[in-house]
């Protein structure tokens, strides 16, 4: 396999050098060494690299861009899996309560621990 045939099949398969590298279980040095010409992968690689084009790009391991993408606070508000739990909660009585039970083990931001000031 050739170093463009290398960059053409993360091409179609979108993904990053890393992510490949991740899939393949294998160092994104060696991918980008690849690419560069400077190594060759092995058979065995062209096989898994072969297999993958097969499968598409739901076989590759994905890895998080940027920030957490977890919301907190008034972000929180454009997530729609908020909308839908707080649907469930006020369809089901008894989803409610776990949840209320749940929620005693959490601060309320509304009315946060007073600090020993004397």
Do not use: N, Y
């Amino acid at each position: 396999m050739l170093p463009q045939d290398i960059k053409k099949l993360r091409e179609e398969l979108s993904c990053t050098a890393r992510e490949l590298a991740d899939t393949l279980k294998i160092d994104q040095l060696t991918v980008l060494a690849w690419e560069k010409g400077d190594l060759f992968p092995t058979r065995r690689f062209v096989k898994q690299m072969q297999a993958l084009r097969k499968q598409g790009s739901d076989s590759i391991v994905r890895i998080r861009r940027g920030r957490s993408r977890k919301k907190t606070g008034m972000a929180r508000l454009d997530d729609p899996k908020l909308w839908e739990l707080v649907r469930k909660l006020v369809e089901h009585p008894e989803l409610f309560d776990q949840v209320v039970k749940l929620a005693d083990h959490f601060e309320d931001p509304a009315h946060p621990p007073k600090a020993d000031g004397g």
